[in-house]
């Protein structure tokens, strides 16, 4: 099941790991960072109580910031957020290698730097079907603020479900 996760700026980081503790209790999770780098997002993780020893992250962000990031544990470094066969390449290897139960999408807001609407939407759609393929549920999140209600809606037409965090 994809699940499109609407989150608002205030409280984004802070609901995002609570819908990862509350949807996802066991096995291991595939989290693709295209806006943070490993170094910030592990600390994150712990403080959530989500066991990072689970989490297979890919990082997009650290090497386009850093030209030399030293191997870390559990983590893998695509060379940019804009290198999406890479980072799709990465995601299946991981995927299949790790038997991933979840994969988290962090976030649909970053890929929109890099790509307009309709490229992202087919973008997501691979992605999609990729987790799917591996019968893997899958959490795309996106800063509401970001998106206008079409958008939305189109993004409502790849995933099973929408779940709107900002009304709470």
Known sequence: MNFLVLLPFWAYTAKMLSTMEEVYTDGNICYVSLNKPYR???????????????????????RSVMHLSTPERNCIFVSSPNAFDELQQR?????????CRLLVFDSISSLLIYLKEEPALAYLKKISDTAEM???????????????????????????????MTRE
């Open 40 to 62: 910030i997002l592990k600390p994150l993780l712990e403080e959530g109580n989500l066991h990072p020893e689970r989490f297979r992250v890919i990082d997009a962000v650290t």
């Open 91 to 99: 995601i299946v290897e991981t995927l299949a290698k790790d038997k």
């Open 134 to 164: 591996f019968r893997c549920e899958a959490l795309f999140t996106v800063l509401k603020e970001n998106l206008d209600d079409s958008l939305v809606k189109r993004l409502g037409l790849i995933m099973d479900k929408t779940v709107d």
